[in-house]
């Protein structure tokens, strides 16, 4: 076999293996192009959300006391006139009215203790509590003569009302109990911390040789 024989056999099983020698050259081979899947990922969008605080509502609660009357810091209890002289006049002053439903009376009450006073109706003793305040609100009338309207004082029984009506309101007392007393007993007059009152009149009816005395306590403001 010839030189050139050989080299072209070589040259035709080395093109058939796929292996490169060195001094070949064969026509290039181009290598297989590798496509790489590239996957563009976007990335997500930031968006911002506006949220409103909560708006907070402040409520303000008013608690009116609706408890029996107390005294302020600093006030002190009425202090009560002193008996009256026999011809003392006291001035035609109205306090306001009283009200005894078991007794079916509605009457005025006047500022004095008088016999002239409590000839126009019941009357009420200087200096002491008014209706509806700390003290004693005390309260005289007569049960014979002219209007009489505490004739019927001693039918009173405890828990009965007694309702004072003033420019301040309607106020109700309960009645607590019934005493008889000479006329000497002045402390039926005597202020309390409570509110309290006192009903006073001449005892048997017609003579003045006692008392009877109605003490009440406070219960409640009516709603107007």
Not at 63 to 90: C, F, I, K
Not at 192 to 218: H, M, N
Request: with cysteine; net charge negative; hydrophobic share 35%.
């Amino acid at each position: 076999m010839r030189a050139g024989a050989v080299v072209g056999v070589v040259a035709v099983a080395t093109l058939a293996s796929g292996v490169f020698f060195a001094g070949t050259d064969p026509e290039p081979v181009a290598a297989p192009v590798t496509t790489a899947s590239t996957t563009t990922s976007k990335a997500p969008s930031s968006s911002t959300t506006s949220t409103s605080a909560p708006t907070t509502s402040s409520t303000t609660t008013t608690t009116v006391y609706t408890g029996p009357p107390t005294l302020a810091p600093g006030d002190t209890l009425p202090n009560p006139d002193p008996p009256p002289a026999e011809d003392h006049v006291d001035p035609d002053v109205l306090i306001g009215t009283i009200e005894i439903p078991r007794l079916m009376l509605a009457m005025e009450m006047h500022e004095g203790v008088t016999n002239p006073t409590l000839d126009r109706g019941i009357g009420w003793w200087p200096g002491t509590a008014l209706p509806g305040h700390p003290g004693n609100v005390v309260l005289g009338g007569h049960r014979t003569s002219k209007k009489k309207p505490f004739r019927y004082l001693d039918q009173l029984q405890p828990g009965d009302e007694i309702i004072f009506t003033t420019t301040e309101g309607r106020f109700v007392y309960h009645v607590d109990r019934t005493e008889i007393v000479y006329p000497d007993a002045l402390w039926i007059v005597d202020q309390t911390v409570d509110a309290t009152a006192t009903l006073f009149a001449c005892r048997p009816p017609g003579s003045v040789k006692q008392r009877i005395v109605v003490f009440a306590k406070y219960a409640s403001k009516m709603e107007a």
